[in-house]
């Protein structure tokens, strides 16, 4: 099987992944739960692994690293920590519904009015719309840094630096780009980043977490158990406790750990490297056959810097039909559809027939590319 979905979930992983979350099973108590070896092996990991994520995010402070169980948890706890009643948001038309459906909650449950910076048939957004949206107001910016259908990269540097004007808090989505391109929280301005271990980051599912500058503060989005100040009636004002009611994914998170290990050692400028060489073999071989449609800024040449990621519609074949051909004949694994990302679709036109999406990751090799690519060229004659 070739495996080109990547950026649905990291499915092949580094071997000394799957060994730390092996380990972990068999050894770890619950962190902060106990003052036996196995528990403290659970928090001393779970320690380890927010000063890694710390260092590769750029914050300063590892105890402002909370995990979660995927973006899309990081994200609530974020959002609805965050924004009041009355308050304003700036979304765009990127966003994946990890975003919009919470935005969407607190429009009818808080009366918080929010707007979407526009994106063209390209994918591309209008960045001068955010200062056309901005109202007095205005809280919060929440952005995804890559385009989960089309790859396309957000300029973090230049909406941060709005933000930092208009004293807004920056909300990012880093679930396409943290592993791959370098995230420095301070130097962009970053308000809160949120991330999923299980794509770039080459971790298990059901890690993932957000980072939080200093001087931002969240409430709590769940509240319960801690095993640390068992008296109080509300959720303890610490961090990460604040933020991490009920027992970790301490195996999850050995695992997390044992990924971030291997992109360092690795190199994450090698990682994203092999990643475009792949993308860019693949758009190559497939740009020029007759009835083949791409999508996002890819169709520029040069190709811009963005996630390896490639979407395209075969004639005026359903995609979903595509994919599962993709899968049932040639053994290839894409993702068809809407992608949970409907007003990024609404702006490409794809409403009706989605599109077929190849992400390609560390694993793949430049013959699972080719193989790819002589599949589309017999689907499309």
């Known amino acids: 099987m070739i495996y080109l979905d990547n950026a649905a979930t990291s499915m092949m992983r580094p071997p000394e992944v799957v060994d730390a979350v092996a380990r972990a099973l068999t050894s770890m108590g619950n962190a902060s739960r106990g003052a036996h070896a196995e528990s403290l ?33 990081a994200l609530n706890i974020a959002l609805m920590g965050l924004a009041n009643p009355g308050d304003h948001v700036i979304s765009t038309d990127l966003e994946h519904n990890s975003v919009l459906r919470p935005l969407y909650r607190l429009q009818a449950e808080r009366d918080v009015d929010v707007d979407f910076v ?19 107001n205005t809280r919060l910016v929440v952005v995804n840094h890559a385009s989960n259908v089309t790859g396309n990269l957000v300029d973090i540097e230049r909406v941060g630096r709005f933000c930092r004007e208009k004293g807004l808090v920056l909300v990012v989505d880093a679930s396409q780009t943290a592993g791959t391109v370098p995230i420095d929280m301070e130097s962009s301005g970053i308000g809160v980043l949120c991330f999923t271990g299980h794509k ?13 500058a200093k001087g931002v503060e969240i409430r709590p989005w769940k509240v319960g158990g801690t095993g640390v100040l068992s008296y109080l009636r509300t959720q303890p004002e610490a961090y990460p406790t604040r933020l991490e009611a009920g ?21 994450m400028d090698a990682i994203a490297a092999h990643e475009r060489d792949l993308m860019l073999r693949f758009l190559e071989r497939v740009r020029d056959v007759e009835g083949v449609t791409l999508y996002g800024d890819i169709v520029r040449d040069p190709v ?17 039909a595509v994919s599962d051909e993709l899968a049932t004949t040639y053994d290839i694994a894409t993702r068809p559809g809407a992608h949970c990302a409907p007003r990024m679709h609404e702006a490409l ?17 430049e013959e699972d590319v080719d193989r790819a690519a002589d599949a589309i060229q017999e689907i499309a004659s």
């Not at 659970?42 to 320690?47: E, K, L, V």
């Not at 994914?249 to 050692?265: K, Q, T, V, Y």
């Not at 811009?304 to 979903?320: E, H, K, M």
Request: hydrophobic share 40%.
């Open 41 to 73: 092996a659970a928090s001393r990991t779970d320690f380890v692994c927010r000063r890694q994520l710390a260092s590769m995010f750029g914050v300063s402070d590892p105890q402002r690293v909370c995990f979660a169980a995927n973006s899309t948890e």
């Open 118 to 136: 526009p994106a063209n048939r390209e994918g591309t957004l209008d960045y001068d719309a955010f200062a056309r949206l901005v109202r007095r």
């Open 200 to 212: 770039g980051l080459m971790g298990p599912q059901g890690t993932g977490g957000l980072c939080i």
């Open 247 to 267: 027992t970790l994914n301490s195996h999850g998170i050995a695992g997390l750990s044992a990924a971030l290990d291997f992109i360092e050692r690795t190199g």
């Open 304 to 320: 811009p810097q963005r996630a390896a990621i490639v979407a395209l519609n075969v004639r005026d074949y359903d995609s979903a």
């Open 349 to 365: 036109g794809t409403r009706e027939q989605g599109v077929v999406r190849f992400s390609f990751g560390w694993f793949n090799t």
